[in-house]
């Protein structure tokens, strides 16, 4: 197999582990996580900040080579800019992740889980990225690929 | 109610940082789940293959949960599944207008220091914690 797609392969499943064993899985660690103003649950705080500890000092070291070890160029998102797309986006998402519980990769992993609300919601969330990804875009507001 | 789990959740969040830094590394990839699924729909791309292979990853690590962990899924989602439809559709339209979602903006682009995925975390979780507190305390119980 193509070294790049074994590594794709190998990060999926520890990407998936990290996300069950961390309790992103669990909508109800999700929504404690979510609910401030209740019985709050911080826990799922500390998953970011471990991801972003071993991320933040690995991507300057990372990406100071000329390209990656195994591809011939870095695929990384250059937007700086601020747009109202970004803000409306990042505020519907957030409306979804407190009525469900599921952000999307733990959607995708919770669909082995065989429960059924989360294949509901994995696949009405592949449908609505493919909404958005299939329109007709204008051409002075082609939004080019985001960072995710 | 959920107990704190801190310790475990650290390493959750270990494990997919390693995760993310191999996409980096080796593939110059984001590891940003909803832009490696949505990608999927962009025309003319050729890079369907990695996309799918680790979204298989995905799967096949959510397989290997079911059977050594299955308490990592909980009981499942308490919401109805009309609710949890119209969940699903939000947050794939959401974050695909957005750029990204918790992985792509919340690690990714915070650790990268980008402003766009600085101002979309804080956006989505103060959207997400509100629609929170609106169900739960004041239409639910």
Same mark, same amino acid.
């Given at each position: 197999?193509?070294? /790049?797609?074994?590594? *794709? ?22 929504? =404690? ?5 209740? $019985? ?17 000092? !690995? ?39 407190? !009525? ?15 429960? /059924? ?21 204008? =051409? ?7 960072? *995710? | ?32 789940? *909803? ?10 791309? %050729? ?21 050594? $962990? ?7 989602? %308490? ?23 918790? %992985?792509? $903006?919340?690690?990714?682009?915070? @650790? ?14 103060? @959207? ?14």
């Amino acid at each position: 197999m193509d070294r /790049q797609r074994l590594v *794709s392969l190998l990060a999926g499943v520890v990407f998936a582990v990290g996300l069950g064993v961390g309790g992103m899985t669990d909508p109800r660690k999700v929504l =404690a996580f979510l609910d401030v103003w209740g $019985h709050w649950d911080p826990s799922l705080a500390f998953v970011m900040t471990g991801a972003i500890a071993v991320y933040a000092p !690995l991507y300057r070291a990372g990406t100071s080579r000329r390209v990656p070890l195994l591809a011939p160029r870095w695929y990384l998102p250059a937007r700086g800019d601020i747009d109202a797309r970004l803000i409306v986006g990042a505020l519907v998402f957030g409306v979804g992740w407190g !009525l469900g519980g599921f952000c999307p990769g733990p959607a995708v992993v919770s669909v082995m889980s065989g429960g /059924q609300g989360a294949i509901v919601f994995a696949i009405a969330m592949v449908v609505g990225m493919a909404v958005v990804e299939l329109r007709p875009r204008r =051409a002075d507001r082609a939004p080019g690929p985001g960072p *995710s | 109610m959920t107990e704190f789990s801190p310790l475990s959740a650290t390493i959750g969040g270990l494990l997919i940082g390693a995760s993310s830094v191999m996409m980096l590394v080796l593939n110059g990839r984001i590891a940003g789940i *909803s832009g490696v699924v949505g990608g999927l729909f962009r025309p003319a791309t %050729s890079d369907r293959a990695w996309r799918l292979w680790f979204i298989i990853g995905l799967l096949g690590g959510g397989l290997a949960l079911a059977w050594a $962990h299955p308490d990592a899924f909980g009981p499942g989602s %308490s919401s109805s599944l009309p609710m949890l439809a119209v969940a699903g559709l939000l947050v794939g339209v959401g974050t695909r207008l957005g750029g990204g979602c918790t %992985s792509g $903006h919340g690690v990714c682009g915070i @650790s990268r220091l980008s402003k766009r995925s600085m101002l979309a975390t804080v956006l989505f979780m103060t @959207s997400a914690a509100a629609t929170v507190f609106v169900s739960h305390h004041l239409i639910g119980a």
